[in-house]
């Protein structure tokens, strides 16, 4: 089945900085990978997602890049702001099924003022 | 819609006692999710269920959990007996179609506590 690899697993940046989560996974039969905010206390929400037919998807501040071929895909977040500490959740669909997602452990950012 | 309702929201018990935990998904989501949330191992799939059939529980710890979704707005999950280790929050989430074609939504979560 799928497993998915979340690097590192805390971050802390200055507010304004970029911070770059990466993630790994073993199925190549999958196709879509979201990426999930939780802020503390709270449920995980979509922030951003991605297909397999594209490389690369931006929205405002958040990028996420896609590499089919190493198995690998990337959240970048430019101009970092303290609302943006959260714990962040990269997922693989789990290919054999399409019914499920398969998260990575999290990485906890915190952007210091 | 109000999204998601999960309830207990908080849950304090004894070990060997039983709980239930409940969910409603959102109204004409066909797909209901249910995850646990440690510190230790992250989110984790323990079953989903696709127009009230279990599809896929091979994430269920043991014969302690079992799940039911008994009509598409109702699902519970239930742990008897609990154990220390169980404590954990419990997320239910719902989609509207096939994961990959559209977003999943949680609900708040249901924090268990197992003294």
């Known amino acids: 089945g799928e497993n998915v690899e979340q690097h590192p697993s805390t971050l802390s940046v200055q507010e304004g900085d970029s911070a770059v989560i990466k993630c790994t996974y073993s199925d190549s039969a999958s196709n879509y990978f979201p990426w999930y905010k939780q802020e503390l206390g709270k449920r995980p929400q979509l922030i951003i997602d991605?297909?397999?037919?594209?490389g690369e998807k931006k929205d405002q501040r958040i990028a996420v890049t896609l590499n089919k071929t190493a198995k690998h895909f990337s959240l970048h977040i430019t101009e970092t702001q303290p609302e943006d500490s959260a714990v962040y959740f990269c997922a693989a669909e789990s290919g054999g099924s399409q019914g499920n997602l398969i998260f990575g452990k999290g990485t906890k950012l915190s952007v210091k003022p | 819609d109000a999204g998601v309702i999960q309830s207990p929201r908080h849950e304090v018990t004894e070990m060997g006692q039983e709980v239930t935990l409940r969910c409603k998904p959102i109204?004409?989501?066909?797909?209901l999710f249910w995850y646990r949330q440690t510190m230790m191992r992250g989110l984790e799939l323990l079953i989903y269920f696709n127009n009230n059939v279990p599809i896929d529980d091979s994430g269920m710890p043991e014969d302690r959990f079992s799940a039911k979704m008994p009509n598409a707005s109702f699902s519970t999950l239930k742990i008897q007996p609990s154990e220390p280790r169980d404590s954990a929050v419990y997320f239910c989430?719902?989609?509207?179609?096939?994961?990959?074609?559209?977003?999943?939504?949680f609900g708040e979560g249901s924090r268990l506590t197992v003294l």
């Open positions: 109204s004409g989501h066909d797909y």
């Open positions: 989430a719902s989609s509207k179609a096939v994961v990959n074609t559209g977003e999943l939504f």
């Open positions: 991605i297909r397999s037919n594209v």
